[in-house]
């Protein structure tokens, strides 16, 4: 089970992230999920905020400082990609969803491994020219993010019509399925061509059932449920 999003408008400072880390390991929960974007001058930013989705949009428009600036004048906080990793206990793993399309693939894996990372990070992205690139940087967990929408990318749609042809193409370990495009007979294809199977959202125990009981190899769960 991975707790999904531990970092948005709610845990917003280290001593927040402590705390739901803290309750995550006592209920058994040792892997996270947050998603990572990029600035201006290519700091790496742990940021999900449903308050300013024009802000989170255009993070890639702001310099770390501008950023900083921006947080201290709307009142709101955010962590750096480095604060929620050096905050991760030893006996956690970390699910990372890059957002960014031309974020720098092969600074972001020396942070994570320089940080120890390497054998405990999954990255996961909607973008299959990033995943391809991961390969060639010591990431070994590589996961294509699927759903059926045109909400980011016309093309977003027909990686998930095509999933195996999208994951050879860019050199996945796995994909990351929606839900609402999950199923037993998907997840069975998956395995005979050697893919994890990771589902998201789940924010029901009874969600979580289903998709346990049909096969999926990681089930990413709302943090909320599991605490």
Avoid at 102 to 120: H, M, T, Y
Avoid at 138 to 144: G, N, T
Avoid at 161 to 181: Q, Y
Wanted: hydrophobic letters at 40%; a positive charge; glycine letters at 4%.
């Amino acid at each position: 089970i991975i707790a999904h999003r531990v970092v948005d408008e709610r845990i917003d400072t280290e001593e927040k992230l402590k705390k739901l880390l803290s309750q995550l390991n006592k209920n058994g929960i040792n892997v996270v999920e947050f998603d990572v974007r990029r600035t201006k001058d290519g700091q790496f930013v742990a940021f999900h905020d449903e308050r300013f989705p024009q802000l989170q949009k255009d993070i890639k428009k702001y310099t770390l400082l501008e950023l900083e600036n921006e947080a201290e004048k709307n009142g709101f906080s955010f962590l750096t990609m480095e604060q929620v990793l050096k905050l991760l206990p030893k006996n956690f793993k970390t699910h990372i969803d890059l957002k960014d399309n031309r974020l720098n693939v092969k600074k972001f894996a020396k942070i994570v491994c320089d940080l120890g990372f390497s054998d405990r990070v999954f990255v996961s992205s909607f973008y299959p020219q990033i995943i391809r690139r991961l390969k060639r940087h010591k990431i070994k967990e590589r996961w294509i993010l699927l759903n059926l929408s045109f909400g980011r990318d016309p093309f977003h749609f027909f990686y998930g019509l095509f999933p195996f042809l999208t994951a050879r193409f860019c050199k996945a370990t796995g994909i990351a399925p929606h839900r609402s495009i999950t199923n037993e007979s998907l997840i069975k294809k998956a395995h005979k061509r050697n893919l994890e199977v990771a589902v998201w959202t789940l924010k029901t125990p009874e969600k979580v059932s289903q998709f346990k009981d049909i096969g999926a190899d990681y089930l990413i769960v709302e943090y909320d449920l599991l605490v």
